[in-house]
């Protein structure tokens, strides 16, 4: 009977650190979940240094604007892990450079998987109000995943509705990719690290939408996939943008 007594007294025990150990995987998930996707938006622009350092090309600029990516996330990183210093402060951003730039890093990992990437320019001098880094980490999402998932022919649109920014990634469809396609160089290293993948990706880019009071929708069809990006545009007093 003593035995009995003992188990059942030690019951609560064990509960309360089933409870206890329960929590503490969960904060350890979470805080796994955030270095992946540090590491993710590391992982982006590191590519396109690659990539253009390959190329020959001398596209200074990219490259410039993939270190600085690659900074960013670094110190992101870095944040999460020891505490670091503040996220960058927002600011008047003109977002037609931004979204040049960040199509200029990624035409030529376009053209290696046999893609077209077209930017047509439809807002005028559209300022937003945001934080440059991540603004520019959700663009390079959008387009990064419409290369390796969609078809080959990518056009990258922005537009003004209302007092809001529409900037739209459209592709043409798998179908419509092809088949030798797949035995490219560049195909084959995204197939595999695509076994280290998370789907870090577009959920990034709706933390930033989210984040800076806009919007992020993706519709898939047979003929291919629409991602837009819906960001309040800057009042006109706003203009002294960086």
Same mark, same amino acid.
Do not use: C, K
């Given at each position: 009977?003593?035995?009995?007594?003992?188990?059942?007294? /030690?019951? %609560?025990? +064990? *509960?309360?650190?089933?409870? =206890?150990?329960?929590?503490?995987? &969960?904060? @350890?998930?979470?805080? !796994?979940?955030?270095?992946?996707?540090?590491?993710?938006?590391?992982?982006?622009?590191?590519?396109?240094?690659?990539?253009?350092?390959?190329?020959?090309?001398?596209?200074?600029?990219?490259?410039?604007?993939?270190?600085?990516?690659?900074?960013?996330?670094?110190?992101?990183?870095?944040?999460?892990?020891? /505490?670091? %210093?503040? +996220? *960058?402060?927002?600011?008047? =951003?003109?977002?037609?450079?931004? &979204?040049? @730039?960040?199509?200029? !890093?990624?035409?030529?990992?376009?053209?290696?998987?046999?893609?077209?990437?077209?930017?047509?320019?439809?807002?005028?001098?559209?300022?937003?109000?945001?934080?440059?880094?991540?603004?520019?980490?959700?663009?390079?999402?959008?387009?990064?995943?419409?290369?390796?998932?969609?078809?080959?022919?990518?056009?990258?649109?922005?537009?003004?509705?209302?007092?809001?920014?529409?900037?739209?990634?459209?592709?043409?469809?798998?179908?419509?990719?092809?088949?030798?396609?797949?035995?490219?160089?560049?195909?084959?290293?995204?197939?595999?690290?695509?076994?280290?993948?998370?789907?870090?990706?577009?959920?990034?880019?709706?933390?930033?939408?989210?984040?800076?009071?806009?919007?992020?929708?993706?519709?898939?069809?047979?003929?291919?996939?629409?991602?837009?990006?819906?960001?309040?545009?800057?009042?006109?007093?706003?203009?002294?943008?960086?």
């Amino acid at each position: 009977m003593m035995d009995l007594a003992n188990t059942a007294a /030690g019951w %609560p025990l +064990a *509960a309360s650190m089933a409870v =206890v150990l329960t929590a503490q995987g &969960l904060r @350890a998930g979470r805080r !796994r979940y955030a270095l992946n996707e540090a590491l993710h938006e590391l992982r982006r622009p590191l590519q396109a240094i690659a990539l253009a350092s390959g190329t020959g090309t001398g596209e200074a600029r990219g490259v410039d604007g993939s270190v600085e990516l690659a900074a960013t996330a670094l110190e992101r990183l870095d944040r999460e892990i020891n /505490g670091g %210093p503040a +996220a *960058a402060a927002r600011g008047a =951003v003109r977002f037609q450079p931004l &979204l040049q @730039a960040s199509v200029g !890093r990624w035409r030529a990992r376009a053209a290696m998987g046999g893609s077209s990437l077209e930017l047509r320019w439809r807002a005028g001098a559209a300022v937003v109000i945001g934080e440059r880094s991540g603004l520019s980490q959700a663009l390079d999402n959008l387009i990064v995943n419409a290369i390796e998932h969609g078809g080959p022919s990518i056009v990258v649109e922005a537009r003004r509705r209302g007092g809001r920014l529409r900037v739209s990634v459209a592709d043409s469809g798998r179908a419509s990719r092809p088949e030798s396609r797949r035995e490219n160089p560049a195909e084959v290293i995204a197939r595999l690290s695509g076994r280290r993948r998370h789907g870090h990706g577009l959920p990034v880019v709706r933390q930033v939408a989210a984040a800076h009071g806009g919007r992020f929708v993706l519709r898939r069809s047979e003929q291919g996939s629409l991602a837009v990006l819906e960001l309040p545009l800057a009042a006109d007093g706003a203009r002294q943008a960086a």
